[in-house]
């Protein structure tokens, strides 16, 4: 079905077939605009923003650029095309028609799934509310006022299938969702990552990079939910996202570029004296956002993920293209834990071992963004090479809480660890040091702050000069 763009709210849903749904929604849309003004992009609000729309959910010509004030940014509701005849891939359903309705039994797992997932969205916003002010350029600003859109219509995904499909406590839930805020002490958004800052444009980058990949596999498992309305929605959620993990692996090779760039130029490591971010500093940010972002996949042996996938709620990354049984019952898996003091494999039940798997392909896509940046740092001649530290360094959810394990996997005691701490993580030194970088947004066209390099190219075809925000 294409997108009724002649609606209050755009959508591909038909959603005038259906007068309660349509009203319900058109009374939550003021409440989001509210929200949007107080606690999105700052300041921007006037502001003309060359942006993509969802004009359809056709793989090819999906989007429309042209500029667009943030606050009339047309978000919808749009769902990936149905295929009548799809089945439940994996799980005690595996075989059976995919549910166009929540079947009881499953109401409150799907409601909570949904929620959690939702209340990323918004939350993202929050967090990046403040950068317009430092951006390092117009396609800079231009990138983040478009993540921080669709960061939006992720949201208006989230609260369709709550409103459609969840009655009361759905609608209940969507207001909820307004309501909690990154960072806010008395009602903070669900998930630790989304409760951080993220002050300045290299934290972003990081962020985009892995937290927005983490999302992506989020989606991704939920993409093959038997619960086919969700399915659909996260199946378009994702075409959204690869632009967000775009912009932060390429923001990160940016300033990795320019970086290196000045290294070679004066003949020197230390590009602080020359107003740059230094490749340890930046490492120390990657060891943080990984970490982070690995607390997001939740606990190595999960009996919720075995029950999730089980009743088909669920499923793996890719899980169609996965050649096993697709139900696991007598399969295993090795996740690594802490026992006595070591860390050691251990197999565990495959069915229990879903989140660590899913953990594992997140992973080995960062570790292939990682290669592209160490292949910018070794053409330019530099000696250093960035690493992903342990999967268990510095985690705050699973087996390795409480531990303290050295970027490369080593078992330290308490002193250790505080004798080392200020080269693996950010310090207040560190923070203060990039945040003094963030000066006022850089307004004029083609024009690049000092410690990153222009992009390869532009945006939708564009070159990197060309006025991608207007400010009025
Ligand atoms: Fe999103
Ligand atoms: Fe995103």
Not at 285 to 301: C, I, K, M, P
Request: proline share 5%; hydrophobic share 40%; aromatic share 12%.
């Amino acid at each position: 079905m294409a997108i009724d763009y002649s609606q209050l709210i755009p959508n591909n849903v038909d959603l005038s077939s259906d007068r309660r749904l349509q009203r319900a929604l058109e009374n939550w849309q003021p409440r989001f605009l509210d929200w949007w003004k107080g606690m999105g992009p700052d300041g921007a609000s006037s502001f003309d923003v060359y942006l993509r729309t969802a004009i359809s959910v056709d793989a090819n010509g999906w989007a429309n650029f042209d500029y667009v004030k943030m606050p009339e940014y047309r978000w919808g509701i749009f769902l990936a095309g149905q295929d009548p005849d799809r089945q439940i891939a994996y799980g005690d359903n595996k075989g059976k028609p995919a549910w166009q309705d929540v079947p009881g039994e499953l109401r409150s797992t799907l409601r909570r799934l949904i929620v959690t997932q939702g209340d990323t969205e918004p939350a993202s916003v929050e967090q990046q509310r403040l950068l317009g002010k430092t951006a390092p350029s117009l396609y800079d600003l231009r990138n983040l006022f478009q993540i921080n859109v669709e960061e939006g219509r992720h949201l208006w995904a989230m609260v369709y299938l709550l409103h459609a499909y969840f009655g009361r406590d759905g609608r209940e839930e969507a207001e909820a969702l307004l309501e909690r805020h990154s960072g806010d002490p008395d009602k903070p958004r669900i998930l630790g990552a989304f409760n951080e800052q993220t002050p300045d444009w290299l934290s972003f980058f990081m962020f985009t990079f892995f937290t927005d990949r983490d999302g992506k596999y989020q989606l991704a498992s939920l993409a093959e939910s038997g619960f086919d309305p969700l399915a659909r929605s996260c199946r378009f959620m994702l075409t959204e996202e690869a632009h967000h993990m775009f912009v932060g692996e390429t923001g990160v090779s940016r300033i990795i570029q320019r970086t290196c760039e000045l290294m070679k130029e004066h003949k020197t490591d230390d590009v602080r004296a020359l107003g740059a971010i230094d490749l340890p500093t930046m490492q120390k940010y990657l060891n943080f956002h990984f970490s982070v972002s690995l607390d997001l996949f939740g606990q190595e042996a999960s009996t919720n993920a075995a029950n999730y996938y089980t009743m088909g709620v669920k499923g793996r990354f890719l899980e169609t293209r996965i050649d096993d049984d697709h139900l696991l019952t007598n399969s295993s898996y090795e996740i690594e834990t802490i026992e006595d003091g070591r860390i050691v494999k251990k197999a565990v039940p495959a069915l229990q071992a879903l989140n660590e798997r899913l953990r594992q392909d997140y992973i080995e896509d960062c570790a292939r963004g990682v290669l592209r940046w160490n292949k910018i740092i070794e053409k330019a001649g530099v000696n250093f090479e960035m690493k992903l530290p342990h999967r268990g360094f510095d985690r705050r959810i699973g087996a390795f809480t409480g531990a303290r394990i050295s970027p490369d996997g080593k078992v330290l005691s308490e002193v250790e660890w505080k004798a080392n701490e200020a080269k693996w993580l950010p310090t207040d030194e560190d923070r203060v040091y990039v945040t003094s970088l963030m000066g006022p947004a850089v307004v004029q066209p083609g024009k690049f702050a000092h410690w990153i390099s222009p992009p390869a190219r532009g945006i939708n075809g564009q070159p990197a000069d060309f006025e991608y925000v207007r400010f009025n």
